[in-house]
């Protein structure tokens, strides 16, 4: 997909955010000093294992975390030109499911299990946008039929348990789209999902962005539905974002070895690159055991001392393309040459 996005406007930007929990003996950092803008009408793809600190982030801009653990910010998140950080907790809720949305890896989690599709829609459209019942019900069966819904009247009579994972997946879209938010963040929509429906729902998401003009922030763990979905990429590693790029530039030239072990990971015809490109070593280590210099440093097999001891700055390779190494680029044909 083409990066026809950068004209326009920015709607979020997440300036040297720090999430720090306080663990027993020290604070963890679960997101070290993010930079990350999104324009109107972009989708942003955030890709990296599990563990690099994709919920966290995106649960931060909602402000999501904070009833549950003690944490601590650094750095802005100005949506609208407003810093999300800054605001008191009560008044999240007029930016939550309003303005930004968000739908989750598992639908059930945030359907009411006790209320029918149609009860749990109208209730959010009679809250926020102060319509009627009638109002909302004619709202809700045309915001399902948006998704997809083959029978939206029968469907707002149905209770989630009813519906397959596929279609509780488009109701929460449907609510998610209810207030027409500016921004829907997606935290792995389609992990739990058959590998059909899978892709329905990443068309059906393309397809609200071009009707809709919302932004998106699409977190996952796979990289070909990132391919398949966004203008631009982040790829996040123990919660930094280590290299950053148009989707098209960042499959043709990945510059960091950790990209590079996540693209091999996906099967491709191209052999010759396949060699090339090393598969990723080992696990993303715990918050408590970050390293000092390059975070991915353990695992990277370019690694010399430098990398083990100094923090890598960001550097532009080329426009827009954006990377956070001493090495990048460099492959292991090279690395031996060198030797
Ligand atoms: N409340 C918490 N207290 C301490 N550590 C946490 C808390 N929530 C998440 N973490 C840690 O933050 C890191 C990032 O988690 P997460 O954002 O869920 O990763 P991802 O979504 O990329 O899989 C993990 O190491 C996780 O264990
Ligand atoms: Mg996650």
Redesign the pocket.
């Known amino acids: 997909m083409k990066n026809v996005e950068n004209q326009s406007q920015v709607l979020l930007e997440i300036k040297d955010l720090r999430v720090l ?3 027993r003996k020290k604070l ?1 950092p ?2 070290d000093g993010v930079n990350l803008s999104i324009r109107q009408g972009e989708i942003v793809g955030v890709v ?12 931060t801009i909602l402000r999501l ?1 904070e009833h ?2 003690e ?1 601590q910010y650094e750095g802005s998140i100005l949506f609208d030109g407003q810093d999300i950080l800054k605001l008191p907790l009560a008044s999240m809720s007029k930016i939550r499911g309003n303005q930004i949305s968000v739908i989750f890896q598992d639908p059930l989690t945030s359907l009411n299990p006790v209320y029918t599709v149609g009860n749990q829609m109208s209730e959010v459209l009679m809250l926020h946008k102060k319509m009627s019942k009638q109002e909302a019900r004619e709202k809700s069966i045309e915001l399902l039929n948006l998704t997809g819904i083959p029978s939206p009247e029968r469907c707002i009579k149905q209770y989630p348990f009813e519906l397959s994972g596929g279609m509780q997946q488009r109701v929460m879209i449907a609510m998610a789209l209810a207030c027409e938010p500016k921004l829907l963040i997606a ?2 929509p389609t992990t739990a999902l058959d590998v059909t429906i899978q892709e329905q729902i990443l068309d059906l998401i393309v397809e609200l962005n071009k009707k809709l003009g919302m932004s998106v922030l699409f ?1 996952t ?1 796979d990289l070909s539905a990132m391919a398949q979905l966004c203008h631009s990429v982040r790829v ?1 590693y123990l ?1 930094q974002i280590v290299e950053e790029a148009a989707t098209a530039e960042l499959f043709a030239c990945p510059s960091h070895p950790y990209t590079r072990g996540l693209l091999s990971c996906i099967p491709r015809l191209d052999t010759d690159r396949e060699e090339e490109l090393p598969v990723i070593p080992g696990v ?1 280590p ?2 408590t055991d970050v390293p000092v210099g390059c975070h991915f440093c353990t695992r990277c097999t370019l690694a010399d001392e430098k990398c083990r001891e100094e923090e890598p700055p960001v550097t532009e390779v080329t426009p827009g393309h954006k990377v956070k190494c001493w090495k990048y680029g460099q492959t292991e044909k090279e690395k031996e040459a060198v030797q």
């Open positions: 929990f306080q663990g963890l679960a997101v990296g294992e599990s563990g690099s600190g994709k919920s966290v982030m995106s649960q975390r549950e653990s944490v935290d792995e977190i763990h996040m919660g993303v715990p918050l």
